[in-house]
């Protein structure tokens, strides 16, 4: 059974810092890997795809890299915003339904 | 249209009634999923559908719950005799393909009472 972790559940940091947030799975025959971006009360905001011949994607000031032989993705975002608080969830995609399996989220608050 | 819309946004019910949450996937989609997100936690997969047939219903818990979608476009997630157990977020998600990327509705927060 695919589980997804994220650690830490929460981080804060203050504006303008780069920061890293970690995934890890547990099987590695994933189709892909997305991050998501949740603010509180609403629904999750796609924010990059990783395929999973892809070794990284990048959209802005956000990088998310994949190394799924060792079950690990990283989402850097460059100089933070306050903007950039929400909670940020990690999934990949498994089965022959390609159905999602989520870790519980980062939880970040950037620091004006 | 231009995301995926669920309807209504928040449902409030009596323990023991019947509800149904309605989700419209963008347009062109085939793949349609429906998870469940508790306070704290990340969601979780309950249906699956690749057109009109659910494909994958590992993820309903019991029997009191049943989806449809029977044209392969809006499909509605329906909960009978509902328990203070089902209070949650129920989120829809559409791709164009099963591993396309996915985007989610704003979800339909329920909460039996």
């Known amino acids: 059974k695919q589980e997804v972790t994220q650690i830490p559940a929460a981080l804060s940091v203050p504006e303008g810092e780069n920061l890293v947030l970690n995934c890890s799975f547990t099987d590695s025959a994933i189709y892909n890997l997305q991050w998501f971006r949740q603010d509180p009360g609403k629904g999750l905001t796609s924010l990059l795809l990783?395929?999973?011949?892809?070794r990284e994607q990048t959209s802005g000031r956000l990088n998310a890299s994949l190394d799924k032989s060792s079950g690990r993705s990283t989402l850097y975002i460059a100089a933070s915003q306050p903007g950039d608080s929400a909670t940020y969830l990690c999934a990949v995609s498994t089965g022959a339904n390609s159905k999602l399996t989520f870790g519980k989220g980062i939880t970040l608050s950037v620091r004006p | 249209g231009a995301g995926v819309s669920q309807t209504p946004s928040n449902k409030v019910t009596e323990k023991g009634k019947y509800v149904e949450l309605r989700c419209d996937p963008i347009?062109?989609?085939?793949?349609l999923y429906w998870y469940r997100q508790s306070l704290g936690q990340g969601p979780e997969f309950l249906i699956y559908?690749?057109?009109?047939?659910?494909?994958?219903d590992s993820g309903l818990p019991n029997d009191r719950f049943f989806a449809v979608r029977p044209e392969g476009s809006v499909s509605t997630l329906k909960i009978q005799r509902t328990e203070r157990g089902d209070s949650a977020v129920y989120l829809c998600?559409?791709?164009?393909?099963?591993?396309?990327?996915?985007?989610f509705g704003q979800g339909t927060r329920l909460t039996v009472v």
């Open positions: 990783i395929q999973s011949s892809q």
């Open positions: 559908f690749q057109g009109t047939g659910a494909a994958d």
């Open positions: 998600a559409s791709s164009l393909k099963y591993d396309s990327e996915a985007f």
């Open positions: 347009s062109g989609h085939t793949a």
